[in-house]
């Protein structure tokens, strides 16, 4: 599943290169080397974005607000925008910037595998609909206006 920035998740097929690595095809999504975003889903689904991505761009590639949950709260997070503050359920935790791509991911051996359907819903339903396709340029207008998020 790709995330692109400004649309809906959509699905993806991945090739493999001549070594069956998926490592170029990942890259391929986000434009450039991948970064993991395994805070996410807990790797089920496994998450990438560029590795600029994690630290922020221009407006014009700001692509989803990511808000703390329960997990993230019980495990003492620290949000990535001071990086001392505790994140409580709800708060805005981070701002991915450019593309994120979704995969399944096989704990065993480490690999990438095909995402399941209810994996590819589990991205859906964080990152589907206006609010969210909207999130990421809403905060980090609301951070450059007042320097507080907007939740």
């Known amino acids: 599943m790709v995330v692109p920035v400004g649309r809906e998740p959509e699905p993806r097929i991945l090739e493999a290169?001549?070594?069956g690595s998926f490592l170029?095809?990942?890259q391929g999504c986000v434009g450039g080397p991948i970064e993991p975003l395994s805070w996410l889903f807990d790797d089920a689904p496994a998450g990438y974005?560029?590795?600029e991505g994690a630290?922020?761009?221009t407006f014009l590639d700001a692509n989803r607000a990511?808000?703390?949950d329960k997990a993230m709260e019980d495990a003492g997070f620290l949000s990535q925008l001071d990086f001392r503050t505790p994140v409580r359920e709800g708060d805005l935790y981070a701002i991915v910037f450019g593309d994120m791509v979704f995969t399944g991911f096989d704990p065993d051996t480490?690999?990438?595998r095909d995402i399941s359907p209810e994996e590819c819903e589990r991205v859906r339903e964080r990152f589907g609909g206006a609010e969210s396709?909207?999130?990421g340029a809403s905060e980090l207008l609301s951070l450059a206006r007042s320097?507080?998020?907007r939740r």
């Open 66 to 68: 990511v808000y703390a």
């Open 55 to 57: 630290l922020g761009a």
């Open 17 to 19: 290169d001549e070594s």
């Open 147 to 149: 320097g507080r998020p």
């Open 49 to 51: 974005c560029n590795e």
């Open 110 to 112: 480490g690999e990438s």
């Open 24 to 26: 170029k095809a990942l």
């Open 133 to 135: 396709i909207n999130s």
